[in-house]
């Protein structure tokens, strides 16, 4: 019950394209929803976050779309760069940030 | 601000070694994390504090782990007797209490040969 599947593993897509990334989970008393990027040799940043009140957020290119009934949530990148090759890992907590539960990863590349 | 500020960046020893891992918040947050990030199981919560203090050491793998927060900027991991499933890259985090989202150090990558 504390697990956060996320698929896929991996994506590629071409530059200016949306990848979506898609998380789901079971623990109902999850209440925050985090999406973190990693680059090679860095720890993960906090990009995006979300709480099960709302069904979408956005943060400039970056969007979440929650979906509380099929305890499911997804991270869409718009006009995706390059520079956006990295590996995102969405989690999942209760009690605030608190003791997050982290998917096993996307590792995304962006074709030039 | 620096950040999360993890020492050693890399860590090889030999099996059997003790190995402390070290890591220092940012200044006036008071929950601190302790991660562990492998190819196999991704990235696992091995333990918190709150104010200085233990709230969940459920993830710690074995009785050779064990982890201090003496003081608000400071706290270790313990590795004693390490071995060479040991290896992997260590995290250090810290957040408010109250607020949303942890900020992740640089991490340890440790090598038990």
Partial sequence: QQQVKQSPQSLIVQKGGIPIINCAYENTAFDYFPWYQQFPGKGPALLIAIRPDVSEKKEGRFTISFNKSAKQFSLHIMDSQPGDSATYFCAASHQGAQKLVFGQGTRLTINP | ?113
């Fill in chain 2, 1 to 113: 601000d620096a950040g999360v500020i993890q020492s050693p960046r890399h860590e090889v020893t030999e099996m059997g070694q003790e190995v402390t891992l070290r890591c220092k918040p940012i200044s006036g947050h008071n929950s601190l994390f302790w991660y562990r990030q492998t190819m196999m199981r991704g990235l696992e919560l091995l333990i918190y504090f709150n104010n200085n203090v233990p709230i969940d050491d459920s993830g710690m793998p074995e009785d050779r782990f064990s982890a201090k927060m003496p003081n608000a900027s400071f706290s270790t991991l313990k590795i004693q007797p390490s071995e060479p499933r040991d290896s992997a890259v260590y995290f250090c985090a810290s957040s408010l209490v109250s607020a949303t989202g942890a900020f992740f150090g640089q991490g340890t990558r440790l090598t038990v040969v």
